[in-house]
């Protein structure tokens, strides 16, 4: 019986560490963002669009107005060719 259980709680360890290194991809995302328009870097737009990539795709499997989230990579990293070339 506790082998079923080990097996329930293994399946939701590797369930929560996704989800926390999704969100954590999240926040790291909106952190560069914010660091980007405030210092107008470049750089900090660049990895904010990397840094999305991932979960872009991920809530892009969702449907429906999700899928507009797989955009914002592109226009970060588009923007921060175009400041890199301005400055």
């Known amino acids: 019986m506790s082998d079923i259980l080990?097996?329930?709680?293994?399946?939701?360890?590797?369930?929560?560490?996704?989800?926390?290194?999704?969100?954590?991809?999240?926040?790291?995302?909106?952190?560069?963002?914010?660091?980007?328009?405030?210092?107008?870097?470049?750089?900090?737009?660049?990895?904010?669009?990397?840094?999305?990539i991932i979960p872009g795709i991920v809530l892009f499997t969702q449907g429906g107005p999700f899928r507009l989230l797989l955009l914002y990579p592109v226009i970060a990293i588009i923007f921060a060719f175009v400041l890199k070339r301005r400055g």
């Open 6 to 52: 080990l097996g329930s709680i293994m399946s939701s360890v590797g369930f929560i560490s996704i989800a926390i290194i999704l969100w954590g991809l999240i926040i790291a995302t909106c952190v560069f963002l914010v660091f980007g328009f405030v210092r107008k870097s470049w750089k900090a737009l660049l990895y904010s669009g990397i840094s999305f």
